[in-house]
């Protein structure tokens, strides 16, 4: 996979065919040189990006926003700057009936809440940690049939909100949800949104969220190994029923966890 996604090639532009789209909420793996040099810096947009070692090289995998405009961005290895054009990328649209108002419409005191959860959330989304890593790969932390969501404009009772930033996962209340590869656990909580949720830090900028837990098996601090149980299925927060929300992050990106998910294309 990380050959045929190589989008970036060493001091040159990149052209993005139709194909091949480097889109937003995608991932650009940049060759950043050999491993018989020191590991690199490699920075977008102000954020450190994940670099692993791949072979006798180094590579970075740069999380796109989903908010990025077509056209070209930079990525800056070792203070270059090595231009990765964005394509253009349609996502759908998904419309969807809620039934308690308030997760549509927050009122005054919700909407407080929502502001400090969201700052706690965003702290842990944007987590760096310079650890050891190999590889980039995730493998499903539930079993399930896993939805195209990612990136759909969503509509609950008719009024648009904030693009999916993460992949649904069809699975039934209480089925197991386990680590995709170990981590630190670095936030656990109840939030308005997205009831029962955890987040682990992969390192070096990798982090993945899981949220509407049944039931939270960790605590904050946690080291888990992939494979251990970070908690349960469930339907809490803003949702129609259960299933797990199932978030990855990149330089505190959201992407599309189908680009990293084991047998990915």
Known sequence: MIG????????????VSADDTVRPGGIVFVDAGPVSAEMPSVRFQGKPAYVYRDGDRWTAAVGIPLETAEGVVTVSIGGDERAVTVGRYGYQEQHLTVSNPSHVNPDAAQLE???RERKIIDAALNHYRDAPVDGVTLTAPVEGR???SFGLRRFFNGEARSPHKGM???????TPILAPR????????DYFF???????????????LY??????????????????TLGDVGSTGRVTGPHLHFGVYLNGTAVDP?????GAE
């Open 146 to 148: 896993r939805s195209s």
């Open 4 to 15: 045929r996604l190589c989008l970036l090639a060493l001091l040159l532009p990149v052209a």
């Open 211 to 228: 949220c509407h837990l049944s039931r939270i098996g960790v605590a904050e601090g946690d080291e888990v190994l992939g494979g251990d």
């Open 113 to 115: 809440r929502i502001g």
């Open 168 to 174: 649904d996962i069809a699975a039934g209340e209480g």
């Open 194 to 208: 997205n009831g029962n949720t955890v987040i682990v830090d992969h390192g070096r900028g990798l982090v993945t």
């Open 182 to 189: 170990a981590g630190i656990v670095v936030a656990t909580g």
């Open 258 to 262: 189908a680009l990293l998910l084991d």
